[in-house]
């Protein structure tokens, strides 16, 4: 039961554009969002993340946006850079961190 | 580093084999998770333990896993008689709390089996 769906499995962008990330989630409950972003061979690292309680949240050049009657998230990049190329993962949780649930991630690329 | 520390960071098996991962959580955190990714796909929870405690084991098979994190010592994974679709990265995550936010992750443990 895949209750986080990420379905764009890539995403290519010129440097200096917007990137922007979807995420679409089943769970009602779900009430904290996450973006983690990943390297290869490397773990998550924790992005931004933003409470059902509002719809956007803004940390430098991520943005990341809720709309919770559609049940959709969004991370926006402006500017994109190359250095911003990783999986990007989605997540979602309730009441605990055990129920989080993440996407399958999207891979971007950010060309020079 | 005060980092997660997992390892090791590369295990390779032959069927029928044990596989044992470790994770060592960030200084000051109580609260171990474990999660798979197998190839192409996302982060799959399976276990939540807090110290000599497993405290969500739902998303653990029910057979050849299992998982501890004692009163002294890391948290291991433990997966008996592997075979070939235990392939995949396994990454420890821990938090100072168990309610929801920021999962601080480890850099995983890659275990392949031939």
């Known amino acids: 039961d895949q209750q986080v769906k990420q379905n764009s499995p890539s995403l290519s962008v010129q440097e200096g554009r917007i990137s922007i990330l979807n995420c679409d989630y089943t769970n009602s409950m779900f009430d904290y969002f996450l973006w983690y972003k990943k390297y290869p061979a490397e773990g998550p690292t924790f992005l931004i993340s933003?409470?059902?309680?509002?719809d956007k949240n803004e940390d430098g050049r991520f943005t990341v946006f809720l709309n919770k009657s559609a049940k959709h998230l969004s991370l926006h990049i402006v500017p994109s850079q190359p250095g911003d190329s990783a999986v990007y993962f989605c997540a979602a949780s309730g009441a605990g961190n055990n129920d989080m649930r993440f996407g399958a991630g999207t891979r971007l690329t950010v060309k020079p | 580093n005060a980092g997660v520390m997992q390892n090791p960071r590369h295990l390779v098996r032959r069927r029928g084999q044990e596989a044992r991962l470790r994770c060592s959580p960030m200084?000051?955190?109580?609260?171990v998770y474990w999660y798979r990714q197998l190839p192409e796909e996302g982060l799959k929870f399976m276990v939540y333990l807090q110290k000599e405690n497993i405290i969500d084991e739902s998303g653990m098979p029910k057979e050849r896993f299992s998982a501890e994190f004692p009163k002294e010592g890391p948290s291991i994974l433990r997966i008996q008689q592997v075979v070939r679709g235990d392939s995949a990265a396994y990454f420890c995550?821990?938090?100072?709390?168990?309610?929801?936010?920021?999962?601080?992750f480890g850099e995983g443990s890659r275990l392949t089996v031939l």
């Open positions: 933003i409470s059902s309680i509002k």
């Open positions: 200084k000051g955190h109580s609260h």
């Open positions: 995550a821990s938090s100072s709390s168990g309610l929801s936010g920021e999962l601080f």
